[in-house]
């Protein structure tokens, strides 16, 4: 079932779980999020970077919404990473209704005023809004950022950010990476707890792939309520087309199968590791949205009524 992203965090906030949102391209990663999910009766939240849904456009975000509206356990649709108003746009005009203004990469006061922009027109259409003080250090979907310019996030800093931008989710930079983790990862647990303590919204932790259990245990009892994963899967996707590469005759049904398995094999892991599976069941409430339906405007659409246009 189509279901919010603050449901689905506030819940696994509540229940000492996290959330597993994972990034997906087309309809085989769709397909490998939703078959773990519903094999593990975990909820869970397909997420499409911004050029991903550049790519895909409104289709790609139909073939989200409408896998997660038919599938039997709670899942949400999310625009990761999302730095430009133009993208925020298109992902809102194609039916998202949860938003990454990610205004990381500018300073400081820039970031504040972007974010609080993003926030107020996706609030406006219906959407909540995460949003990122801090700079993640590692590379994502062609994204590279020197360590060097890496930040971490500031628990005093996350109260005025908050504060003034009215943003539902904070992602934080504790020392995690996007990409691979070339050396042992170090997570400052102590400043996650006081962003914890600081700070009423439900906290992400971006780069979860290669995080060791102990330290996913410790960062959800710290706080975290959804990790992102995109990494692994996509390793896993392409591990299988380049070994589907070398056959003489390959049949692209079959090598699409088993880049499902493949990718399915790790986020089945990974919504294990996150404590997800089998909280299928607390996540109840249905998902409904102030909405132009049918013509009557402000009227309360279930996930059924929604319509990509």
């Known amino acids: 079932m189509l279901t919010s992203t603050s449901e689905l965090l506030e819940t696994a906030r509540r229940n000492s779980y996290a959330i597993g949102a994972f990034n997906v391209y087309n309809l085989e990663g769709v397909k490998a999020v939703i078959d773990a999910a519903e094999a593990l009766k975990s909820p869970a939240m397909l997420q499409l970077h911004p050029s991903a849904l550049k790519y895909g456009k409104s289709p790609l975000v139909a073939l989200c919404m409408e896998a997660a509206r038919q599938s039997s356990v709670p899942i949400a649709v999310h625009l990761d990473h999302s730095t430009s108003e133009q993208d925020i746009h298109l992902a809102l005009n194609a039916g998202i209704k949860s938003i990454m203004a990610d205004g990381s990469p500018l ?22 809004v995460e949003a990122e003080i801090g700079r993640i250090s590692g590379t994502e979907d062609g994204l590279t950022i020197a360590e060097k310019a890496a930040k971490m996030t500031d628990p005093v800093e996350a109260i005025e950010f908050i504060q003034a931008t009215k943003v539902d989710f904070l992602a934080v930079t504790i020392g995690n990476v996007h990409g691979k983790y070339f050396s042992e990862p170090k997570l400052d647990f102590p400043r996650l707890a006081k962003i914890r303590a600081s700070v009423s919204v439900p906290l992400v932790l971006h780069g979860a792939s290669g995080l060791p259990e102990s330290m996913i245990n410790q960062s959800i009892k710290l706080g975290i309520s959804k990790f ?9 996707y392409m591990d299988v087309l380049k070994t589907s590469s070398s056959l003489s005759d390959p049949d692209l049904l079959e090598v699409m199968a088993k880049a499902i398995d493949a990718m399915r094999s790790v986020i089945s892991d990974k919504l294990k590791l996150f404590g997800s599976a089998d909280k299928a ?5 249905p998902y409904t949205e102030t909405l ?5 405007k402000g009227k309360k659409a279930s996930a059924s009524e929604l319509v990509i246009k």
């Open 107 to 128: 300073p400081y006061a820039e970031n504040l005023i972007f974010t609080r922009e993003m926030t107020k027109l996706s609030h406006a259409n219906g959407a909540v």
């Open 228 to 236: 992102n994963v995109n990494t692994e899967v996509r390793e896993a």
């Open 281 to 285: 069941y607390l996540h109840q409430s």
């Open 292 to 296: 132009n339906v049918n013509g009557i």
